[in-house]
């Protein structure tokens, strides 16, 4: 396939790692692979809640079981298995692009947070269909405003690429040597001369 025919998203970026046709063959298509995996497991991570609530509604134990089995079989069959793509094909980009970056350091601390959703769900989907058990609105609605949040800090990060150092976001003086004695001073009440 020509590479003149891809869209300039997947090439545009910092780096200038994969030069030569194969090279960039490759990362076309780690980058296809990793955006459809993102995107099933993102709308995975936001609708699953929303499948969760109807677990107060169920009329008889079928609709509770046809729920279940909905449920279960969305997050083992779709979900993880695109958030182990997502991570995988991610990783593999990162070092044919060497995205060696801060927004590439803070795109990460983001999706952490959002692997940590995915497993807390597979956690909520074993005791949503104990007996007894709901999952209530304020929950729904958390759940699914703060992986919005993750998303768009992720898609920021990721499509804006913001050039930032992480040092410039401390005060100066802690990259400073010997700037400790001053801060202490400044704190301490019985300065030594
Ligand atoms: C461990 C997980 C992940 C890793 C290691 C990873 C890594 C990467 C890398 C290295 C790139 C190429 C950047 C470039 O070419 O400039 C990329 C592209 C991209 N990633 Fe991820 N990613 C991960 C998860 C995610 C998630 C969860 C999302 C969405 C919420 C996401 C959305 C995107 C998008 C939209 C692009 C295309 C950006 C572009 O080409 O301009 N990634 N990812």
Redesign the pocket.
């Known amino acids: 396939m020509e590479l003149s025919s891809f869209p300039r998203?997947?090439f545009?970026?910092p780096?200038g790692k994969g030069r030569g046709s194969r090279g960039s063959l490759m990362i076309v298509w780690l980058?296809i692979i990793?955006?459809l995996a993102?995107s099933i497991?993102?709308a995975g991570l936001v609708s699953l809640p929303g499948l969760y609530v109807q677990r107060a509604h169920v009329a008889d134990r079928d609709a509770l079981y046809r729920l279940q089995r909905m449920v279960r079989f969305s997050y083992v069959v779709f979900v993880s298995p695109a958030a182990f793509v997502?991570?995988a094909s991610?990783?593999g980009?990162?070092f044919a692009?060497e995205?060696f970056t801060s927004w590439?350091s803070a795109?990460?601390v983001l999706?952490g947070v959002?692997v940590v959703i995915h497993t807390l769900t597979g956690l909520v989907i074993i005791r949503l269909f104990e007996e007894g058990q709901v999952y209530p609105v304020w929950r729904f609605i958390g759940a699914t405003a703060f992986a919005l949040v993750m998303?768009v800090g992720?898609?920021y990060f990721?499509?804006a690429k913001p050039d930032f150092e992480f040092a410039d976001l401390l005060p100066a003086a802690l990259s400073e040597p010997g700037a400790l004695r001053p801060i202490a001073d400044s704190i301490n009440p019985w300065a030594s001369p």
Request: proline share 0%; no cysteine; net charge positive.
């Open positions: 998203i997947f545009h970026g780096s980058k990793h955006i993102v497991w993102m997502a991570v991610g990783i980009l990162i692009r995205t590439m795109k990460l999706v959002l998303i992720v898609l990721v499509l």
